[in-house]
């Protein structure tokens, strides 16, 4: 007999694919908190998950103009704003290129992005054209690998203060705010997805979403990876 | 001798179109604004525009995603913002609510869409999609239509007041608001357009996309006049 899954039962999915499948897994990510890359392969990071930065905010208009309601636009679209910055605000990008500057990079080096490796733009470019294609549902899913985001965050930053001093510690406020942004976009994202996904059909697709996007940051790993040598 | 034309040549260009094609040249504008329109008439007026003013936020969020830069972003967003309102403000779809309560129906009314014609349903998905799929300079330079707007929302609102007695005074607050936000939103959209349409193919792209999007306004009345039988 075929039921639809409870509720309970997609969350326990959705939650069961970060241990299996989120990049703190990624070797790159475990050397990086291990403390054993060189400054060259930490800027190598910087400088490609630039772009991934880079394009966040226009994954989120597309998911923007996507959604179903007005009352679903105005809790995504902070989104953008957080990312972007307003008037008052500087935004996660700007305190991207602080976390650049601490470790060495110039705002314009990371603009003119010749420090992407070409596997992480193919990754970060799937990921945008996602949420410009695919049903506002899958694409807000794919959004929930935030759920697996804050612990992780709170495990890099310990562990950048304490093995790579010469990192100067203002650099790292970008994941010190995300913290908390994070958990809250998490939350409404679950919740939407939760109260959408009531077909397992629907739940399938959810479930694939998550999946999909814990490989594009995996892959973007994988590029940064193999872009500065630590494979070598 | 093929030469690229000036900024003010392409300004001109745009210009020309407003007398030429905007929507305030219609038939049932004119009717309108002439105050002959039946209390139907004018409220099937109001329930068609309805899903334009519906379908505009995504419209936005679809150039947002398109949109070249942070700083672009962050000048466009408020597009969205205008419409769907925020914690502090009620954004435009709730006040174009209040002016279908002024003419007599209910926001489930508007909201069921029973009211919309196939044709304006078509023109508006039209323009949705067509900023969906051009390029970020194309779909800026179909908004243009706001340059023509401010003049003509400030004599309709004059001939509602005069002509239109049992509409009542405070539902026309979707065009009094609506008036400064025109302005500032033509003025930059204009800026951007002359700064970046700098060859003669570009500026050709920008006058046909805002000659399409008179057309979509156009038709919208189109559908609006047959459906309420203004031809009649």
């Known amino acids: 007999m ?3 899954a409870s509720d309970s039962d997609l969350v326990e999915r959705l939650r069961a694919i970060g241990p299996q499948r989120y990049h ?9 908190v291990a403390g054993v890359l060189t400054e060259a392969q930490v800027r190598s990071w ?12 226009r994954k989120d208009a597309y998911v923007l103009a996507s959604l179903p309601t007005r009352e679903h636009r105005r809790e995504w679209i902070s989104r953008v704003t ?9 935004g996660g990008t700007e305190k991207w ?3 650049g500057r601490a470790v060495g990079l110039t705002d314009d080096y990371l603009r003119s992005e010749v420090g992407v490796a070409p596997g992480t ?8 054209e996602f949420a410009h294609h695919k049903p506002w549902l899958e694409a807000v899913a794919s959004s929930l690998t935030e759920l697996f985001g804050p612990p992780v965050m709170a495990a890099r930053v310990t562990a950048i203060v304490e093995k790579y001093p010469w990192i100067a510690r203002g650099g790292l406020a970008y ?18 997805v939760v109260e959408a996904a009531t077909t397992r059909e629907q739940q399938d697709a959810c479930v694939a979403a998550l999946r999909f996007k814990c490989d594009v940051l995996w892959c973007m ?5 193999l872009d500065c040598g630590v494979y070598r």
């Not at 733009?121 to 945008?128: I, L, M, Q, S, T």
């Not at 994941?175 to 939407?192: G, I, T, V």
């Not at 790993?221 to 990876?225: F, H, I, K, S, V």
């Open 2 to 4: 075929v039921s639809v």
């Open 24 to 32: 703190d897994k990624h070797p790159f990510h475990q050397k990086l």
């Open 46 to 57: 910087v400088a490609n998950r630039y772009y991934y930065q880079k394009m966040i905010p």
């Open 82 to 90: 957080d990312h972007d910055g307003d008037e008052t605000r500087p």
């Open 97 to 99: 290129f602080a976390l």
């Open 121 to 128: 733009r193919f990754a970060v470019d799937a990921y945008v």
């Open 175 to 192: 994941f010190e705010d995300r913290f908390d942004l994070a958990k809250h976009d998490a939350d409404l994202a679950l919740s939407w």
């Open 221 to 225: 790993l994988d590029a940064t990876a």
